[in-house]
């Protein structure tokens, strides 16, 4: 079974992720579109910051699901993504079975390694949900483990977990899963293939220029040019991290707090740790400052 959507076309989507002040291109929206009708797990990569994990949480709202997030990192293990039992509890419970004297190996296990028990996590919850399909959320998949990716084949596959002590727990209704990476590591081709593929690229000036109105209405037109005229530019200079959507929204919200109402060369100085995250990043681009400004004020021009 396949999560329903109410949109007869990739149109029809696509304005409605407009409407929740995502703006995406017709080839995003056209991935999310496919594996929604055909119930595939969506792949998406690209830099930090272009709207990846937004997606999911565009999606769950749209469609009024849950979100279950979870956030891979180094060392990530099958208790903390799926389950671990509940060993505190379990202990407690062979305690009270030995003092009421009911101690007895075989009905014990089958006791203590009981749904009772068992601590579920993302993972788990969005296989046993009952019948209204969550958005899983594995974000960041390259910070974790290559290993851990080999666990995640039997989910992808066939949408179920098996528990050596319980048996295989199969989702009633599959999650609609997204799952992100920015690819500082290779993700397996086992792994890619279970999915659809979607790679998010920086967005052009208008696009970035639609986006930025959309979640940041408050801000001026005219800033709002500026701003993401210069982020633009500064995404061509040699950087060691370009910013993402994610900061040009950031910096435009620093500049509207302090009142700015167009981009000089003391606004950028005094921000541009907003912007950037790196020292020699910053450094840079606080030489290439007015070479920068006046490539913009060309643009405006133009």
Known sequence: MTASIDFATIDDFQAALAG?????????????FLALKLGRP????????????????????????????????????LQSAAYEWNYTRQLLQIRLMEAAGHLHIDAAQQELFGPDFLLKRPLL?????????????????DRADEEFEAFLLELLSDFQITIPELGTIKAAV????????????????????RC?????????????????????????TALARQIVAFVQSVRREDLYKRPGVAETLDWLAALVALGRQSLDRAAVSDTLGVLLKYREDIEHIERRAVA???EIGSHDRA
């Open 20 to 32: 929740r002040a995502y703006i995406s291109d017709r080839g995003l929206a056209t991935a999310l």
């Open 42 to 77: 969506l792949l998406l990569e690209g830099e930090a910051g272009v709207g990846k994990t937004e997606v999911a949480k565009v999606l769950a709202a749209l469609l009024d699901r849950s979100l279950l997030r979870l956030q891979c990192y180094e060392g990530l293990d």
């Open 125 to 141: 919850q969005a296989i046993d949900s009952g019948h209204t399909a969550p958005v899983l959320l594995i974000d960041e998949l």
């Open 174 to 193: 599959p999650p609609i899963v997204i799952i992100t990476s920015n690819r500082t590591r290779e993700v397996h081709d086992a792994l890619r293939r």
């Open 196 to 220: 659809l593929y979607h790679w998010i690229d920086f967005p052009s000036y208008d696009k970035e220029l639609a986006i930025v109105s959309a979640r940041a209405p408050q801000a001026g």
């Open 292 to 294: 920068l400004l006046e």
